[in-house]
């Protein structure tokens, strides 16, 4: 018996009420320009509406819809995508508000630069970590990699991290949230 | 610059309006693929592709097709006939027999081929959920309508576009289950054309197509010995004493370069904690011959064939001159996932 309208709907609401923060960040932490988080989000969770069979159900859904998420960027900073037809609103709201709020951030601005630093590929397994809060094996979904080569890829990537910000004896930035988890405490946590 | 923002922050961003206009955007368009039922199955589709792999609807991929079905190709009316009366019963499998298509994905979402921009993705289902899914395809197109009449691997199957560069089609129930094989990235001739490119094969001629870098179940224990042994020709050592070599009969690892990391990781791992423990217990000897045995991994024959498809070998390369160098690398048992 086929699911009605109805009740694919009320899956798919579920599904973005539970992660539409966590999209919108992910897309935000990674544009130039906020309004351009919009467009990253609302075509990931069109992919999603159109693939919601497809989508694991639960603590690998977030990596799932990550991994769509990141395939979306990857298009727009391709220039591969028009600007998506949907979602103006948002984007007009991204572009009024998200320039006021400076305080809540994941990161210090000097290890923001200290990744840039190292490789694209080691940048982007840090970001998904020390951003997202994800481990290895989360990391591997989104990816689409073993977690195998995941695994010691962010290994050695933390450990490139830690040799760039050895000289800088400062303590971590300001954290107002408890995700994603604080660099010099993940550092503590799994390396020593 | 934007501020990396949280997603505590985010969240209380005022972006209601944005947020709500558009959930109802994205549910105002076309209805999604599936029927939602498989989210509330205990457990994603992924974690489950490889049991109906082996138990009946055999679905198998063949990198470079072209090349290998013109090298093996069976008696072309017999194997067409073949197709036809057999479909995925016991013991068959499927091979893609067309130029440039790779297979991208054993795990995921089922069995997935890729080229270029264009996949071709087929799942099985068991025979009670055909009518459901195909109610569900249906709405596809509006007022909902059958699909255009097509045959898959002889067997009579209903087409709906989702686009004019997206396409899917649902075969017929055959022994139990049926498949659905979707196209994105290409149009419609091309589609239908692809569709004609699968092929039904016998388990051993399935067997007989896989890519060399692909390990198959049965053969996971005699590759691990195989991968061990060269290695061993090199570093003239086995496992460390008292540490016995662990059974590789079972595991996730379907390619070669993650069997390669599942074996010579273990392999690493004990000589790594051989070393450890040396060091700690202040055994010359032992930490000596560990950082002989590590100092030789360069030479690993497996290591140098993954050099070539990614970055492991250098984390054991970097592991193993630490050791060279008289040092417990850190963080190795996180590194390499030793247990």
Not at chain 1, 13 to 41: K, N, Q, S, W
Not at chain 1, 157 to 171: I, Y
Not at chain 2, 69 to 84: I, V
Not at chain 2, 275 to 298: I, M, P, W, Y
């Amino acid at each position: 018996m086929a699911l009605s309208l109805d009740e694919r709907e009320r899956a798919f609401r579920e599904v973005y009420a539970a992660h539409f923060d966590a999209i919108l960040g992910f897309a935000l932490r990674r544009v130039d320009r906020p309004e351009d988080a919009g467009d990253v989000t609302a075509d990931t969770f069109l992919v999603a509406w159109r693939r919601l069979a497809h989508a694991p159900q639960g603590p690998d859904l977030r990596p799932w819809l990550y991994g769509v998420a990141r395939r979306v960027l990857a298009n727009h900073r391709r220039g591969e995508r028009r600007r998506s037809a949907l979602g103006d609103r948002l984007r007009r709201e991204l572009s009024t508000h998200v320039p006021d709020l400076s305080d809540d951030v994941v990161q210090r601005a000097d290890v923001i630069d200290a990744m840039r630093r190292l490789s694209a590929r080691d940048q982007e397994v840090l970001e998904l970590h020390l951003w997202e809060g994800l481990e290895s094996r989360e990391i591997a979904e989104v990816l689409g990699l073993a977690t195998a080569v995941v695994r010691p890829r962010l290994s050695r990537a933390r450990t490139r991290l830690r040799e760039l910000l050895d000289n800088d004896p400062s303590p971590p930035g300001h954290h107002l949230s408890d995700r994603p988890a604080p660099l010099t405490a993940e550092l503590t946590r799994k390396e020593r | 610059m934007i501020p990396k923002l949280t997603d505590d922050a985010i969240s209380r961003l005022p972006l209601e309006s944005g947020r709500a206009e558009l959930l109802e955007e994205i549910m105002s368009t076309v209805a999604p693929d599936r029927q939602t039922e498989p989210l509330a199955n205990p457990a994603p589709r992924r974690t489950r592709w490889v049991a109906p792999l082996a138990a009946a609807a055999v679905v198998a991929g063949l990198a470079g097709g072209t090349l290998w079905w013109q090298q093996h190709r069976p008696d072309p009316d017999g194997s067409r006939h073949a197709a036809a009366s057999l479909g995925l019963s016991q013991g068959r499998g499927i091979v893609l027999d067309a130029p440039g298509w790779q297979v991208d994905s054993l795990t995921g979402d089922g069995l997935r081929f890729h080229n270029g921009g264009a996949d071709l993705e087929i799942n099985s289902y068991d025979a009670k959920d055909y009518d459901s899914y195909v109610v569900d395809r249906e709405h596809i197109v509006d007022p909902p309508a059958p699909g255009e009449p097509i045959t898959v691997l002889g067997r009579p199957a209903q087409m709906w576009a989702y686009s004019a560069d997206d396409h899917t089609a649902i075969r017929e129930v055959e022994d139990g289950h049926w498949l659905e094989v979707r196209g994105s990235g290409m149009d419609r001739a091309a589609y239908l054309d692809l569709l004609g490119r699968l092929r039904v094969v016998s388990e051993h001629v399935f067997e007989a197509s896989l890519p060399d870098s692909y390990v198959t179940e049965n053969d996971r224990q005699s590759t691990a010995e195989e991968i061990l042994g060269k290695i061993q020709e090199v570093s003239g050592a086995g496992f460390p004493d008292g540490t016995a070599a662990p059974s590789f009969a079972q595991g996730d690892a379907k390619d070669r370069y993650q069997f390669g990391a599942e074996v010579v990781g273990a392999y690493t791992c004990a000589w790594l904690e051989a070393f450890d423990n040396a060091k700690t217990h202040q055994q010359a000897e032992q930490a000596a011959e560990a950082a002989r045995v590590l100092g030789t991994s360069r030479q690993w024959p497996i290591l140098q064939q993954m050099d070539v498809d990614g970055d492991y070998p250098e984390v054991v390369w970097d592991y193993a001159d630490q050791v060279v160098a008289g040092q417990v690398p850190q963080g190795y048992r996180e590194g390499l996932g030793c247990p």
